[in-house]
C-alpha cells in the first residue's frame, strides 16, 4: 500500500491538497445558511471518491490506460448520443442521467477520454512524417463530440475541447499555413456557429459581454454582482463568512459557476494571489510531466490536460471578472459538482501516472 | 520516438509554460484592477444595495372624547409596498404587477413615476390594510416581484364608525394638489388628516417619522438593524364631545337627514355635533374601495359627505324671531307689553303675508307671541324696521362672522343688508321693503348654519356672551402623563338689556310649557321634569297651495323642522340646535329630538351614563397608553 502511495507525485499532491482546501471552504461559506448549506460535505465526498479513482490510475501503467482509449471514445459517444434521448432535462437543457439519485453529466468525462484518444492515435504516428489526412482526423474526432455537446446544448463544455488541439503543433512539420488553416477553420467556424447553431439565449450571453450594462437584471445582473462581490473584497478580504454580497444572496449561483467570486470577496486580492499561484503550479506541473513522458502519447496527453485546466481556469476566473462573456464552466475544485470533480481527479490520475513511470525509468 | 529526444516538443511544451504563467499573470492584473484600483467603487455599491435606510412611520396620536372614551384608535396593519429605490422601471414589470395585483397598470404607472422622482421617503402602498387573502396573495405576487416587501405601520381605526364621522373626518395619503400648493409641507406617501377634526388638528396628532438604518438581503428582508430613530408618537387629544351625548344625537336622527349642534355654554365647547346622513370614516382608509364610491359618492342625493351642522345654510324659520324681537327691543320700535293684533293675515306694500294660523290669534304682547310664533306679529316688527336695523343688531352680537370653530370649511351664517343686497345682486341692487318682512320671520334671504343659530342661542343664553365653537378639549402632556387643558378660545361679553332679555327668555319658556313645542306629549313630559327653553321652525322648502297639495308633495319638498334653545331654564348648560329635513313642522320633529337631548344631558347623563361607543372595545395592538381622564 505505501508503494502505492508512492506513485502520488508530491509536489502534484501538495498544490491538489491545497486547492482542495481552498474550494471546501469557499463552498462551507457560500452554501450557510442556504438550503445548501451541507454542499461541502458532498462535494469533499465526491472529492475523496475522486482522490481514490486518482490513486487507482496512478499506479496503473499509462500504455494499459492507452489501450482502453479507443473503446472509451466509442462508449462516450454513446454515451452523447444515448444523453440527448433518455437524458433528464434540467433549465432548458438534457445533459444529464440520473444514475442512483445522483446527476451524472457524461459529456465532462468525455473531454478526457477524446483527449486521450487523440493523443493515443497521434502519438502511435511518427511525429515527423504524421500527415494532413492524420491531422484532419484528428480535428473531426474533437469536433464530432462537441457537435454531439452542442445539441444538448452547451456551449461552454462544446468549447472546452478545443483545447485538445493544442496537440496539434507539438507535431513536426507543422506549417505556418496549418496554423493559418487552422485559425481560418475557427474563424469561419466561429462565424458559421454564431448564424446557424448557437441558441438565442447564447447569442444574448455574448451580447451582454459585449454591453454588461444593458441588461443589469438579467445575465448581465449576475457578472455585475460578481464584479461587485470581487471589487468590494479589496487587497484582504472581508474575513471568512463574512463577504456581504455572499451572504445576503446577491451573489448568483455561488457554489458553482460563481464560486470563485465568494472566495475573492472574503479573502480579497491575496487570497485571489494564493488561488491562481497554486493553478499555476499545478499546471506547470502537468507540463513538466509533459516533457518527462516516455511516450508521445503521454507527452500529448498531458499537454492536452494542461490546456484544458488552464481554460477552465481562464474562462471561469475570467468570467467571473467580467472579463470574458458569461459560459458556464466550472473552475477545478472550488466548483461543486460530482462528474466534473471525478473527471479531474481522472485526469490528474493518468498525469500522476506518467509522472511515477518517468521516475522509476 | 522517445519525446524527450525531441527538441521542438521541449521547445513547445517550454512555450507553453511561458504561456501558462502569463496567463496567471494576465488574471491576476484583472483581479488587482478589481480589488485594488477600483475597490472603493464596488464596496460603495455593494453598500448600497446591502445598508437601506428606511422610514419607521410614526403613529397618529389618538382622539378621545372629553370623558376619555376613544374615538379615534390605532392598529397595526399590513401593507404591501415597494421601497422607492426598488421602484420597477419597465413598462412590461408594471404592468404585470398591476395585473398581478388587479390595479390599473396606466395609474399604476402614473404613481411610479411620481414616486421615482420624488426620491427618498415613504414607501409606495400597492394594497395596504392586507387581510389574510390579501397577505396570501402579497406572498404570491412577492414570488414573482422580489422587490415587493410587506410593512408594518399604524392605521386609524375609528371606533364608533358613524358616530362622529364629520367631526372626525378622516386621514389619507397627501394628494397631489396639496403637494404642489405646499411643496415643503408634504411629502409623497405622508399620511394626513383630510377632513374633520383629523385635518384640522393635523399638525397636533401627526407624529414624527423614524428612521432605521438596516442591512437587507437579496429579497430586501431585514436581516439586521444598526441603529434607529424611534418614531415619535404624535399627541393624543381630547375633544369637547361627550361621546354619549354625541350617541343619543345620532340615535334620535336616525334615518332623517338633518343636523344637531350642542354647545357647552360655559365656554363653547361642542358637546355634540352630528350631521345625517354621517359616513364612516373607516371607509375612507382605503383608496377609493368601491365601496365606499356606492355609499357616499354615487348616492349623493342625500350628501352625506357634507357637514351639515357647518356647511348646510338653512333659513332659519321661525327660530330667527328671537332675533327679530331682540333688534326691535333695542330699536325701540316696540316694547314687551305694545300688542298686536293678528287677523291671520296682514297687507304689506300691497301684498298679504298670511299667518300660520290662518283665523288669526287675536291681540298678541311679545311673550305670546313668541310663545304661538305668530307671523303677523313680527311682520309688524319687522316692517317697523330696516332691514340694516336687523343687520345691525346681528353685527352688534357678533353673529355675522363665522363661529371660527376649529374644522375646515365652515360656511358662514347669511344675515341680509342693504349693503349685502348690492353685492350679490348688481343688476338688482335694490332693497325692497317686502323682503324685510320675509327675513321678519327667518325666510327670504336669511340663511344660517346650525352652529351659527346654536351660537346666538348661547348667546341668549348667557344673557349676552358670544362664545366660539371648539372642539379641542385638551391633550396628554408628554411630561406629566396627565391631561393638559387646551386654551378656551376668547369669548365676547355683550350684555342683553336685563328688561329685554327676560321678556325673549319667558317667551321660549313658554313655547315649551304652552306654546308651539308644547304639543308635543314627550317635550312636555321632559319639560315637566326639566324646565327648558327653545323656539321651534319651520323652513320653507317651496310654496304650496293648500295642506293638501303639501301633503301630496314629495318627501325632499317638505318644510325643514327646527328646533333651537338652551337647557335648563334656570342656570342654562347647554344650548341646542335640531335641524331636520324635509320633516314638516318643528314642533313635531325637531323638538322630540331636542327632548332627548335635554333628557340625556339633564336627567340620564348622571344617574345612568350610556357606554363608550362600541363597549370597552379591546385591540390587540392597541399601543400601551392608557389615558385616564381628569
Known sequence: MRER??????????????????????????????????????????????????????????????????????????????????????????????????????????????????????????????????????VGLVVFPMLLIQRQPDLGMALSFLPILLIIPLMKGLRTSWVVALLLFIGVGGFGAWKFVLKPYQKQRVMIFLDPSADLQGKGYQVNQSRIAIGSGGLIGKGFTSGSQTQ??????????????????????????????????????ILDAARAAHTNAEAYFCAGAAGIFALHLLV?????????????????????????TLSFFLALGVIMGILHRSRVK | MDPRNRPLLRRRLGAFKVMTWSLVALLVIIYAWLQLVRHSEFKQLAMQQAVKVRPIPAPRGLVLDRNGNRLVDNRRALHLVVQREDLPTKPEVVTALAEALELDPPALARKIQSYRLAGKGRPLVLKENLDEAGIALAERVRARFPFLSVEVAPRRVYLGDELAGHVLGYVGEVDELMMKAKPDLYRLGETIGKEGFEASGNDKLKGTDGQKRILVDQLGTEVANFGQNDAITGRSLFLTLDAGLQKVAQDAMGEEAGAVVVLDLRDG????????????????????????????????????????????????????KLLVALAALEKGVVTPQTVIYCAGKKNFYGR?????????????????????????????????????????????????????????????????????????????PKWYGGETISVGIGQGAVGVTPLGLARFYALLATRGKLITPHLFYGFRSDQTNSVEPAPVPSTKDTPLDPNAWSVLDEGLHEVVQSGTASTNPFVREIAKQTPFSGKTGTAQVATFVDKAHYARQAKKLKDHALFAGYAPREHPQIAFVVVVENAGFGSTSAAPVAAKLVKYWCLDRLSNPLPPPRGKMVDPFAPQQTEAPE
Open chain 1, 316 to 340: 471561469n476566473v475570467g468570467m467571473v471578472a467580467g472579463a470574458l462573456p458569461n459560459k458556464g464552466m466550472v473552475l477545478p475544485f472550488f466548483s461543486a459538482g460530482g462528474s466534473s
Open chain 1, 248 to 285: 445576503l444572496n446577491f451573489l448568483p449561483v455561488k457554489t458553482t459557476d460563481f464560486a470563485f467570486s465568494v472566495w475573492a470577496e472574503e479573502r480579497g486580492f491575496l487570497g485571489v494571489l494564493l488561488a491562481l499561484g497554486l493553478f499555476g503550479l499545478l499546471l506547470s506541473r
Open chain 1, 5 to 138: 502511495f508512492r506513485a502520488l507525485d508530491p509536489r502534484l499532491l501538495w498544490v491538489l491538497l491545497a486547492l482542495i482546501a481552498l474550494g471546501t471552504l469557499t463552498l462551507y461559506s457560500a452554501g450557510r445558511n442556504t438550503p445548501q448549506a451541507g454542499i461541502w460535505l458532498k462535494q469533499t465526498l465526491w472529492n475523496l471518491l475522486g482522490s481514490i479513482l486518482m490513486l487507482m490510475l496512478a499506479t496503473t501503467d499509462p500504455r494499459r490506460i492507452f489501450r482502453y482509449s479507443f473503446a472509451s471514445y466509442l462508449l462516450g459517444l454513446v454515451a452523447l448520443a444515448a444523453v440527448l434521448v433518455v437524458g433528464k432535462k434540467i433549465g432548458g437543457a438534457t445533459r444529464w442521467f440520473i444514475i442512483a439519485g445522483q446527476t451524472f453529466q457524461p459529456s465532462e468525462l468525455m473531454k478526457w477520454v477524446t483527449l486521450l484518444y487523440v493523443s493515443h492515435r497521434l502519438g502511435s504516428r511518427n511525429a515527423d512524417t504524421v500527415g494532413r489526412l492524420e491531422l484532419f482526423g484528428a
Open chain 2, 269 to 320: 365647547g361642542v358637546l355634540a355635533m352630528y350631521s345625517s346622513p354621517s359616513y364612516d370614516p373607516n371607509l375612507f382608509l382605503n383608496r377609493l374601495s368601491q365601496d365606499m364610491v356606492d355609499r357616499y359618492l354615487a348616492n349623493n342625493v342625500t350628501r352625506p359627505m357634507v357637514n351639515r351642522a357647518i356647511q348646510g345654510i338653512y333659513a332659519p324659520g321661525s327660530t330667527f
Open chain 2, 352 to 428: 298679504d303675508f298670511r299667518c300660520d294660523k290662518p283665523t288669526g290669534h287675536g291681540g298678541l304682547s311679545m311673550v305670546q307671541a313668541i310663545a304661538q310664533s305668530c307671523d303677523v306679529y313680527f311682520y309688524e316688527l319687522a316692517s317697523r324696521m330696516d332691514i340694516d336695523d336687523i343687520y345691525a343688531t346681528a353685527e352688534k352680537y357678533g353673529l355675522t362672522e363665522r363661529t371660527g370653530i376649529d374644522l375646515p370649511q365652515e360656511k358662514r351664517t347669511r344675515i341680509p343688508s342693504r349693503a349685502w343686497k348690492r353685492k350679490t345682486y348688481p343688476k338688482d
